[in-house]
């Protein structure tokens, strides 16, 4: 298996655009988690997933933001309108339940 | 409020000598804890865990222990290398969270110097 696919792993965009952040989780995992690693608060946890259901999305800054799994396979984290705060890399996990987390590379985000 | 918390931003070891991470809590619920390591421009990995039943939890080079009554826990590496240079996280769950869901200290960075 290749593992969780994050895409794009670089994202360079100006403020007031939008992006979108994907992830394909490891195939068999049932539970997704997007997480948000900076400097100052180390590794939050935004949204996450369960049977493509989202459980608990409350680490979710604000309305800005917004998480999809469409089906199992595929998610999406997107920002509208993105902001310079924002900056930050972006990591997607998957795991089947009961068991370890395992991480994408994760997007670095840059904001201008 | 943190619940896991890494009061140490970064750590430096000599080269061989003993690395020892700290790692402290306050939801006595939680009854599962791991380590992740992080290197930079990867994502975190899967390093050793251990149950609340457990004290010690020992693999290789890295042993945890627990301390519940402190809500403690700290990893041990022994001897440190350089490979091991990387930023160590903490986190902790309920085996009765069938969603398995994390919550993460801050991470402590890991030098090792040759």
């Known amino acids: 298996d290749a593992g969780v696919i994050q895409s794009p792993r670089h994202e360079v965009t100006e403020m007031g655009q939008e992006v979108t952040l994907r992830c394909k989780p490891i195939?068999?995992?049932?539970?997704l988690f997007w997480y948000r690693q900076t400097m100052m608060r180390g590794l939050e946890l935004l949204i996450y997933?369960?049977?493509?259901?989202?459980?608990?999305d409350s680490g979710m800054p604000e309305d800005r933001f917004s998480a999809k799994m469409p089906n199992a396979s595929f998610s999406t984290l997107k920002i509208q309108p993105s902001e310079p705060r924002d900056s930050a890399v972006y990591f997607c996990?998957?795991?089947?339940?009961?068991?370890?987390?395992?991480f994408g590379p994760g997007t670095r985000l840059t904001v201008l | 409020d943190q619940q896991v918390k890494q009061n140490s931003p970064s750590l430096s070891v000599q080269e061989g000598r003993i690395s020892i991470l700290n790692c402290d809590y306050t939801n006595s619920m939680f009854d599962y804890f791991l380590w992740y390591k992080k290197y930079p421009a990867e994502g975190p990995t899967f390093l050793i865990s251990i149950s609340s039943i457990k004290d010690k939890n020992e693999d290789g080079r890295f042993t945890v222990f627990l301390n519940k009554s402190a809500k403690h826990l700290s990893l041990h590496i022994v001897p440190s290398q350089p490979g091991d240079s990387a930023v160590y996280f903490c986190a902790a769950t309920t085996v009765m969270d069938s969603n398995y869901q994390l919550i993460w200290g801050a991470g402590t960075k890991l030098i090792i110097k040759p």
């Open positions: 997933f369960n049977n493509n259901v989202p459980i608990d």
């Open positions: 195939s068999g995992h049932n539970s």
């Open positions: 996990a998957s795991s089947l339940a009961g068991g370890g987390q395992f």
